[in-house]
T-cell receptor
Framework: AQTIHQWPVAEIKAVGSPLSLGCTIK??????LYWYWQATGGTLQQLFY????GQVESVVQLNLSASRPKDDQFILSTEKLLLSHSGFYLCAWSLWGGGQDTQYFGPGTRLLVL | QQKVQQSPESLSVPEGGMASLNCTSSDRNFQYFWWYRQHSGEGPKALM?????GDKKEGRFTAHLNKASLHVSLHIRDSQPSDSALYFCAVSAGNMGYKLTFGTGTSLLVDP
């Protein structure tokens, strides 16, 4: 069975500080990987997706970047946090990325920027 | 403007009752539809997908899709307190399968 792990569980950071969030998928080789952001009580906004190692596509610009250094790892980062970065960050995976492909979400990382 | 609108924003039903959630898209490129459920503090979980017009039933959950009107609904019968959560519909276009667009969400409360 596939498992998805996100770290850290929660972060409190200062405005202007750097950030790195991680996601690891176990039990599935070459998954498609995704990053989402969710404001408290709000909808989910897709940020990035990756089909293969080293390739990342940006969906929306939020002063964030993403990288996929390994087949099973997806990293979300920024050098300078903004207040607007606060929220819930979710990593997801899917099997083949076609229109009928279901995306499965991890437990999320809660970020508070002060 | 949000391309995927859900209604109502919030809904309260008694335990054992029927909950009905609605979702309408404004983009005819969207062909594939999902319902996700998110309990507080957790990541969303896929409840069911529906890709063809008509009804699809999975246990207590029934989805109905009308592609002509770009409308999908979710009906939960015999609602349980554990069904209390945020519900999202999500849509994708056939030629952009990687991009999933989520609706505005419906908060469901099942009163025991």
């Amino acid at each position: 069975a596939q498992t998805i792990h996100q770290w850290p569980v929660a972060e409190i950071k200062a405005v202007g500080s750097p950030l790195s969030l991680g996601c690891t998928i176990k039990g599935k080789s070459s998954p498609n990987l995704y990053w989402y952001w969710q404001a408290t009580g709000g909808t989910l906004q897709q940020l990035f997706y990756s089909i293969t190692v080293g390739q990342v596509e940006s969906v929306v610009q939020l002063n964030l970047s993403a990288s996929r250094p390994k087949d099973d790892q997806f990293i979300l980062s920024t050098e300078k946090l903004l207040l607007s970065h606060s929220g819930f960050y979710l990593c997801a995976w899917s099997l083949w990325g076609g229109g009928q492909d279901t995306q499965y979400f991890g437990p999320g990382t809660r970020l508070l920027v002060l | 403007q949000q391309k995927v609108q859900q209604s109502p924003e919030s809904l309260s039903v008694p335990e054992g009752g029927m909950a009905s959630l609605n979702c309408t898209s404004s983009d005819r490129n969207f062909q594939y539809f999902w319902w996700y459920r998110q309990h507080s503090g957790e990541g969303p979980k896929a409840l069911m997908s529906i890709f063809s017009d008509g009804d699809k039933k999975e246990g207590r959950f029934t989805a109905h899709l009308n592609k002509a009107s770009l409308h999908v609904s979710l009906h939960i019968r015999d609602s349980q307190p554990s069904d209390s959560a945020l519900y999202f519909c999500a849509v994708s276009a056939g030629n952009m399968g990687y991009k999933l667009t989520f609706g505005t969400g419906t908060s469901l409360l099942v009163d025991p």
